[in-house]
C-alpha cells in the first residue's frame, strides 16, 4: 500500500519558525536602506518646494518698480509694486505744446509717449503710471502713498490720458520730480509675499487696496519657519539685496526639515 505524501505539523511549525527567524534578520538589514530613502525623498520634495517658491519670489523683485520694495512685520512680509512695461515722455523742454507731461498744471492730464509705445500695451483703468519713484515715506516721491503715480484713462496711438494728474497737485508743499531721464514705469497694484507661519504657508497677495478684497495665492506649504531682509533702506538706491530664509518640514516628519536661503540682487535704474 502506498504512503501518502505531505507534512507532519512539528514540520510545518519549525519551517514557520525558521522563516520568521530569516525574515526578521533581512528586516534588520532592510530597515535602515529604506527609511534613509524614505527620508531623502522627503528631503528631495522639500528641497524643491523651497526652490520653486524662492525662484518664483526672484523672478517678480526683479521686475520691482525701482525703489518700491519694502520690509514689514519684522521680515513677515515684503511688498512692491510690480513693473509691467515702461517708456519714455515728452518733456516740456522738448515741446512747449500740449503734448508733454504737465508737471505745474494739474488739469493737464494727458502726454505723449516718447518713440515705441510699451509692451505689452497699456490697459485702461488697470494699468497706473509712475514717474521717479523714490521710496516709501519720500515726500512726494512714494507711489505707496499716490503721490507719483496716476490711473491711465485712455490710450489713443502715443497719446496716454490719465485719470487725474497728481504730478502737479495743486497746494502741494513740495513739486514731484521730473525723472531726470525723462523715463516712466506702468505698474498694477502692489503685491504682497507673506510668512503666514500659523497656517505654515508661503503666500502671494494682490489686489488687496481698500475696498477691494485681496486675492491669495500659496506658493508653499509647510512652513516652519521664513524671514525676509532688504539692505538697502535709504532712497534712490540704485541697488539692493533682498534675502529669503525659508525652512519647510512635513508634519509626520518633523525631524526631516530643509533650509533654504536665497538673495535676490534688486535694480533700482530711475
Known sequence: ??????????????????????????????????QAYVDSAAR??????????????????????????RVSGGGATVEFFPTKSGGRYLAEEDDEGAGYLDFTDSTKRSFTVVGQMPSPAIV???????????GPGIDRADAYAGDNIALVSSV???????????????????????????????VTGPVKFVC?????????QWNYTPPATADT??????????????????????????????????PDMPAESVQLFHQIHVDNPI
Open 44 to 69: 528631495a520634495e522639500l528641497s524643491d518646494a523651497a526652490d520653486i517658491a524662492v525662484r518664483r519670489i526672484a523672478r517678480e523683485v526683479r521686475r520691482a518698480l525701482p525703489n518700491s520694495l
Open 1 to 34: 500500500m502506498k504512503r501518502a505524501g505531505g507534512f507532519t505539523l512539528i514540520e510545518m511549525i519549525v519551517v514557520i519558525v525558521l522563516t520568521g527567524i530569516v525574515a526578521g534578520m533581512v528586516a534588520v538589514f532592510l530597515r535602515a536602506p529604506v
Open 196 to 204: 503666514d507661519l500659523a497656517n505654515r504657508q508661503l503666500v502671494r
Open 156 to 186: 489713443a496711438g502715443n497719446v496716454v490720458t490719465l485719470a487725474s494728474n497728481p504730478f502737479a497737485s495743486a497746494g502741494a508743499t513740495a513739486p514731484i520730480l521730473s525723472s531726470p531721464a525723462r523715463r516712466f514705469q506702468v
Open 124 to 134: 485702461p483703468g488697470t494699468d497706473s503710471i509712475v514717474v521717479y519713484n523714490l
Open 217 to 250: 495665492a500659496i506658493l508653499a506649504t509647510n512652513v516652519t519657519a521664513c524671514r525676509f531682509t532688504y539692505e538697502a533702506n535709504i532712497a534712490n538706491t540704485r541697488s539692493g539685496l533682498l534675502g529669503i530664509s525659508l525652512t519647510l518640514a512635513r
